[in-house]
């Protein structure tokens, strides 16, 4: 057999095409579909990937100059799935690339370095040592019966002096080891309990074991109201795809979710050869490379990632779970604005897979999928153990007198609560301590020199800062426009919170959850640790304290603010809202006592408000999707987002036309609204102006991209992004 001679190549740059490079003699034979190789692209050199082999004409090919793998980091039935998932978001195969596959895969082979790692194990001296931290160490390692400083560190602050002094006293034996890559370090505790499966749950698995036995495209929507046990069946359904000799992928929304359904995977494969890889952004390079090359490999039977693990490189593929499905965050919000859901689902089509989406709150795009018969539903009504759903409140703020974010209601709640010994979830969709400071005396406020918003105050920073482009400054004393000396922070975020809970409870342990206290390795388990371990009283937070978390002694939940969601000129705020509220409520009553939840708003009669205090997600779907359908928005209708930017606003504003003008006359079924400027008209020192596809159909919207979006030429200095099925429209 001839050997290629020609590899067609996706180079990471914006183009819309493979290249073809001629293979040079040395890696004739060698060179495979799914190695990364340095090529050389006009005058610079970029990475490609082999798309592609073939035996044909060299002649005027420029070589190949360099191969960067030993082993492909895909296989040849995976480069399909990626080239339809690039065309289909219109983004360049080769850049595309680079955002699926882990990042900073530079240096050949990429080795990565090894880790080092301390291991403590309990030496049989019994006794208690002085110091509380050192007690509670202690008790820590001769519960696990030896655990290593990584994982120590994931549960306790600082904890390597006094674990030296345990050392020292003799309670603690310790050795030097490699870390190891498997990266579940945070080690949150976990019941062990096998749980009997109710009759929904044992139906649900049922169906889902039925469409295994058959190993084809099976979709399913697993809808199941808050503490259902979603989760129990996802374990049972792994187990049976692994029995297959199949694989699994199990996708969650958030990096801080991974370490406890780790933790629960762990648990329920117990003693079974189970290999794990996690794939997650906050993993370090050479963690991320090896979960990724071992997959490649064959040697993973089960991949648990966010988003970007849609990409895994699992050659036999059985199952995909995609949890919390109707998570914001498995969109991708740039460059390659991808929908791991979405993706998902044409993966499993491609590869033969049952694919999962499960949640309590199915987007309603999921939603009408099911209705339309194109994805079989399972539902789960009730929540495990006959627990009820928790009471829902709705507090009119604008009937309380003063001017405090808590409420009488919500206050006295608190209080029951703390008395009780019971912990209480409150969250306010806004981190910092105010969203601006304002002069009393011109209304003047600080706003973003790059960005189209106001700057956020954080007390804690001693800073107001954009949130978009981490632009930061000392925060004025007066007013820099009028020279006030009332210039003072208006409404309230996540710390504001804080410091008022600490003035009405001085006694309550408090912690805060959100983008700022999270953002350190490690402390979003911590946060978690300390909620399941009793640590604390209260967690305030932004809407990740709504996510997914199973804390059973929570019996309150407060919502302090989420008006500002509800109130986005957006037309999924309705949906948005009553998917982060039902999710909040959620959180409440999932142990051995009920929960209760108040919602404090200015907008009591809006509908959604309504049907989350009823636990009524038909009734709200019916209602929103009559909306939806009235306006042709999806999942009825689809969109296409075009947003042109530059710094020079004029030329924006005139591609913009000039675009929208072309469009126009092709236009066909496709509606084309604009150009308008986006809701964020200046983002990081540049304009923006955006135009909306719209159309009932798919294919007349893909054809108008395909034809003219895709290649289309703007002026010097003006560049588009493109969105397909856009979520937010900012
Ligand atoms: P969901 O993912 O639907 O919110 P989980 O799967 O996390 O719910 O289940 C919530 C809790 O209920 C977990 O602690 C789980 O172990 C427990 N659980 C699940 N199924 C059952 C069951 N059939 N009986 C008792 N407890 C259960
Ligand atoms: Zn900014």
């Known amino acids: 057999m001839e050997l290629p001679t020609v590899a067609s190549i996706a180079v990471a740059a914006p183009l819309d095409r493979t290249l073809s490079y001629l293979i040079p003699q040395e890696l004739r034979g060698v060179l495979r579909v799914g190695h990364r190789v340095k090529v050389s692209l006009g005058r610079r050199l970029a990475v490609g990937y082999v798309f592609g082999l073939a035996a044909a004409a060299t002649e005027g090919l420029k070589p190949v100059l360099e191969l960067l793998d030993i082993q492909p980091l895909f296989a040849p039935a995976h480069a399909a799935f990626y080239q339809r998932a690039a065309r289909y978001y219109a983004y360049p195969l080769g850049e595309a690339l680079r955002t699926a596959l882990p990042a900073g895969l530079s240096g050949s082979g990429c080795q990565p370095a090894i880790l080092r790692d301390r291991l403590y194990r309990p030496t049989g001296l019994t006794g208690e040592p002085a110091g509380p931290r050192q007690r509670e160490l202690l008790a820590a390692v001769r519960d696990l019966g030896g655990t290593t400083l990584s994982t120590l560190r994931a549960r306790f602050v600082a904890p390597h002096a006094p674990l030296q002094r345990l050392v020292d006293q003799g309670f603690l034996a310790v050795e030097e080891v490699e870390r190891s890559r498997d990266p579940q370090a945070p080690a949150p505790m976990v019941a062990p309990v096998t749980v009997q499966l109710n009759l929904a749950q044992e139906r649900a698995l049922g169906a889902l074991r039925q469409a295994l036995s058959h190993s084809g495209f099976a979709p399913f929507l697993l809808h199941g109201v808050t503490g259902s046990g979603k989760t129990e069946i996802y374990l049972r359904g792994i187990a049976d795809v692994l029995a297959r000799g199949r694989q699994a992928l199990m996708m969650v929304p958030e990096i801080g979710l991974t370490p406890q359904l780790v933790a629960r995977f762990r648990h329920w494969f117990q003693g079974r050869p189970v290999r794990l890889a996690v794939l997650h952004s906050g993993l370090g390079e050479g963690e991320r490379y090896a979960a990724w090359r071992a997959a490649a490999r064959g040697d993973i039977d089960v991949v648990i990632g966010v988003r970007s693990a849609v990409f895994a490189p699992l050659d036999r593929l059985g199952l995909i779970i995609v949890d919390e499905e109707h998570d914001a ?391 588009m992004t493109v969105d397909v099925d856009p979520l937010d429209m900012m």
């Open 329 to 719: 965050s498995y969109k991708q919000g740039e460059g390659f604005r991808y929908h791991a859901r979405d993706l998902a689902l044409l993966r499993g089509q491609m590869e033969g897979a049952a694919v999962v989406l499960g949640s309590a709150t199915p987007a309603l795009t999921t939603y009408q999928r099911a209705r339309d018969g194109q994805m079989t539903c399972l539902e789960l009504p009730e929540r495990v153990a006959d627990r009820p759903l928790p009471g829902v409140e709705i507090i009119n703020l604008a009937a309380c007198a003063g001017p405090g974010i808590i409420s009488p209601q919500l206050k006295e709640a608190l209080a029951a609560t703390l008395a009780a010994g019971e912990q209480a979830l409150l969250l306010l969709n806004r981190r910092g301590y105010a969203p601006f400071l304002q002069c009393r005396e011109c209304g003047a406020t600080c706003r973003c020199p790059n960005c189209a918003i106001t700057l956020t105050y954080s007390r804690v920073e001693r800073a107001v800062r954009c949130h978009y482009c981490d632009y930061r400054q000392v925060p004025p004393d007066t007013c820099p426009r009028c020279g006030g000396a009332e210039f003072l922070p208006e409404g309230a975020g996540t710390e504001r919170l804080e410091e008022t809970l600490l003035e009405l409870f001085p006694q309550a342990r408090i912690a805060r959850m959100d983008r700022d206290t999270t953002t350190r390795k490690g402390a979003h388990g911590r946060l978690v640790t300390g909620m399941e371990t009793g640590a604390f009283d209260i967690l305030i937070g932004t809407q990740m304290v709504a996510k997914g978390h199973d804390f059973s002694a929570v019996t309150l939940v407060g919502v302090v603010g989420a008006d500002s969601v509800l109130n986005l000129p957006d037309f999924r705020s309705a949906e948005r809202v009553f998917a982060l509220l039902s999710q909040a409520a959620g959180r409440a009553g999932r142990g051995e006592r009920a929960g209760r939840v108040l919602i404090q708003t200015y907008a009591v009669d809006h509908y959604a408000l309504e049907f989350v205090s009823r636990h009524d997600y038909h009734g709200f779907a019916a209602v929103e999707l009559q909306q939806r359908r009235a306006l042709d928005y999806p999942p009825f209708g689809h969109l296409i987002n075009l947003v042109l930017s530059g710094n020079d606003a004029a030329q924006v504003a005139a591609a913009a036309e000039r675009l929208a003008a072309t469009l126009d006359r092709q236009r066909g079924e496709v509606e084309v609204l604009g150009p308008a400027p986006c809701l964020l008209q200046k983002l990081r020192g540049r304009s923006r102006m955006q135009l909306l596809l719209k159309a009932s159909q798919r294919p007349p919207l893909r054809g108008l991209l395909d034809r003219v979006v895709i290649g289309c030429r703007l002026p010097e200095g003006v560049t």
